[in-house]
């Protein structure tokens, strides 16, 4: 035991009086801790007063289990004044698991009435007794428990089964702390039902505010309640099955009793904050075609989360959906929905409001409709400055260039326009495009032109002119302005 904390306790004298008796290596604790370990003194001297022959537990002095008490107590006898106990304690500056908690416990002495253990501690030797039974749907590690054995039967045994078997490891954590008796009083801030998660002990009576489910044991393990995981583990797991590559946080107990849009959000976490928004993708994707509640939790936490995250963050999302092979179309439009009616979309990137626009080119009207001229002017750029057109970033460049018909542009703008109008040319035969020219009010649009513009502008319209059937609106319409452009070269304005 060195290494430990060790503390006696029992009464001064004549069974009255109970306090720490003589402790050693004992390191200083916070009030919190502190206060518990005072208390305990009186739930040993109630104890003693059931008359039971001895208990072991495990006791948390604060609310992160950090430092453990471990108690084995013994009723000695009566005496004069009341009934007298003695405990031998060790105090675990450490976070251990259970099982190796329990070891240590089983080790403590039985406690004789003198001061010896704290002064000199022993340690007994191992009882390395094999696991009782089938503990499956014992269920400690999702809820508290009773568990009554044999009248007869030493408690450790089954006390080391049960922690053994807390599944899965993830909830280990959970189990703070566990008794072999139910004796032990409320005193001071020691409330046993709420200090200990498990209780394995004779036949009793249950006092009143322990919401521990019971079970007996038996030669297979137990009978009782048999435990399923909560819908919370359930969805996680579906997750993590779903999730391949993409980093996954590990699980938080706390998650237990959390929403299931928050279960969703600690999984997502780690691939949002790296931006491994195609993995994100990837997961919402494949959980879309599995078990309905966790598609029903991802959508959620989708819908949620799009309304908080930035909007870079949530663009970078909706077009690594939009890049799926086989993404669901509908669930794309929602996504981009949502994105593109957030009040923040200025704020995005060129290059990234384009990108967006382009896997939903039909929106482009509404978007543009919210952003100044100056923001279309450059959207506009973005495209004239790209490779060759796809057909998506032909209709956003006509769209775009249908929302400019009254603007004043200066000399750069007007190159765009002027390079737009001339890329679409070689669109002009799609009907959606030749629809969107022909809204174009090129008069006005040339109002802003410097001379050589205005030329460029006019040979290109009738270059476009010429690709229109005869008798054809657009052609007319198209030959009405090059004629006045014509004029315009005529004056001595030409190239």
């Not at 498990?198 to 435990?227: N, S």
């Not at 107990?253 to 994100?280: K, N, T, W």
């Not at 909706?318 to 179309?329: E, I, K, Q, V």
Request: proline share 7%.
């Amino acid at each position: 035991m060195n290494g430990y904390g060790m503390l006696v306790m029992g009464p001064r004298s004549s069974g009255r009086g109970y306090q720490i008796l003589t402790e050693t290596g004992v390191p200083l604790l916070s009030a919190q801790a502190r206060d518990l370990l005072d208390s305990l003194p009186l739930a040993l001297a109630g104890w003693a007063d059931t008359g039971e022959e001895s208990f072991l537990a495990c006791i948390p002095l604060t609310d992160d289990a950090s430092p453990t008490l471990l108690i084995h107590g013994r009723y000695l006898g009566e005496a004069v004044a009341g009934s007298v106990a003695y405990a031998n304690a060790v105090l675990v500056d450490q976070l251990l698991p259970h099982p190796q908690l329990a070891e240590l416990a089983h080790a403590i002495p039985t406690p004789d009435g003198s001061l010896a253990f704290a002064l000199a501690p022993t340690a007994s030797g191992p009882d390395n007794l094999a696991l009782q039974g089938d503990w499956d749907g014992f269920g400690l590690a999702w809820t508290d428990r009773i568990l009554f054995i044999p009248v007869d039967a030493a408690p450790w045994p089954w006390l080391r089964s049960a922690l053994h078997a807390i599944d899965p490891p993830e909830q280990r954590n959970r189990v703070r702390g566990w008794a072999t008796s139910l004796g032990l009083p409320s005193t001071g801030s020691f409330v046993p039902a709420r200090c200990f998660n498990l209780v394995v002990t004779a036949p009793a009576q249950v006092p009143p505010g322990w919401p521990h489910v019971p079970a007996e044991a038996t030669d297979r393990g137990f009978a009782g309640a048999y435990i399923t995981p909560p819908a919370a583990w359930r969805l996680w797991r579906d997750l993590v099955a779903h999730a391949e590559a993409m980093p996954v946080p590990a699980w938080d107990s706390q998650l237990v009793e959390r929403p299931a849009v928050e279960i969703v959000g600690h999984a997502m976490s780690r691939a949002i904050s790296d931006r491994q928004h195609r993995a994100v993708a990837d997961l919402l994707a494949r959980v879309a075609g599995g078990r309905t509640d966790t598609a029903a939790a991802a959508s959620a936490w989708l819908k949620q989360w799009l309304e908080g995250a930035g909007i870079a963050q949530a663009a970078g999302l909706a077009l690594a959906w939009a890049a799926l092979p086989d993404a669901d179309r509908d669930r794309l439009d929602d996504l981009l929905a949502r994105l593109l009616a957030r009040p923040d979309l200025d704020m995005l990137a060129d290059s990234d409001l384009i990108a967006v626009l382009l896997a939903c080119p039909e929106k482009t009207v509404a978007v543009a409709e919210r952003l100044v001229p100056a923001r279309r002017f450059a959207l506009l750029g973005e495209l004239v400055e790209s490779g060759s057109w796809s057909m998506a970033e032909a209709l956003v460049a006509a769209r775009l260039l249908s929302h400019l018909a009254a603007a004043a542009p200066n000399d750069e703008e007007a190159n765009y326009i002027a390079a737009g109008i001339g890329r679409l040319l070689d669109w002009s035969m799609v009907a959606e495009i030749r629809a969107e020219l022909l809204k174009l009010d090129v008069v006005t649009m040339l109002g802003g032109f410097s001379p050589n513009m205005a030329a460029r502008y006019a040979t290109n319209i009738l270059q476009l002119a010429r690709t229109c059937a005869q008798g054809d609106w657009l052609q007319f319409s198209i030959a009405r302005a090059a004629l006045k452009l014509l004029a315009v070269r005529g004056n001595g304005h030409g190239m």
